[in-house]
């Protein structure tokens, strides 16, 4: 299974950005796909995900101001991010939770795309 992230870029604070994940390869289903960040020094953090029912979760940080979404025909999903600010800035890591055909659960990682945010 391969995890594809686009978008990203330096953007100015209170600007907006929109990251792209498309998740392909030999697997029976799809479960939630979502994604983390990680900056610097710290540790992967859950930003959002959502389930093939189009459940979503968000990290408390970004509520108002993210927005997750999913095609579940494609096995895609986007993060639209407005307002964003200097503390958003991190590489972004798009997973995906999929079942194989033997219905054993397993997740992919992308290579992840750097959110820059200039104050």
């Known amino acids: 299974v391969q995890v594809v992230e686009s978008g990203g870029g330096l953007v100015q604070a209170g600007g907006s950005l929109r990251l792209s994940c498309a998740a392909s390869g030999s697997f029976f289903s799809v479960d939630a796909m979502g994604w983390y960040r990680q900056a610097p020094g710290k540790q992967r953090e859950l930003v959002a995900t959502?389930?093939?029912?189009?459940?979503?979760n968000y990290a408390d940080s970004v509520k108002g101001r993210f927005t997750i979404s999913r095609d579940n025909g494609k096995n895609t999903i986007n993060l639209h991010m407005d307002n964003l600010k200097p503390e958003d800035t991190a590489a972004y890591y798009c997973?995906?939770?999929?079942?194989?055909?033997?219905?054993?659960?397993?997740?992919?990682w992308g290579q992840g795309t750097q959110v820059t945010v200039s104050s």
């Open positions: 959502v389930t093939s029912t189009g459940t979503t």
């Open positions: 997973n995906a939770v999929y079942r194989d055909y033997r219905f054993a659960v397993s997740n992919a």
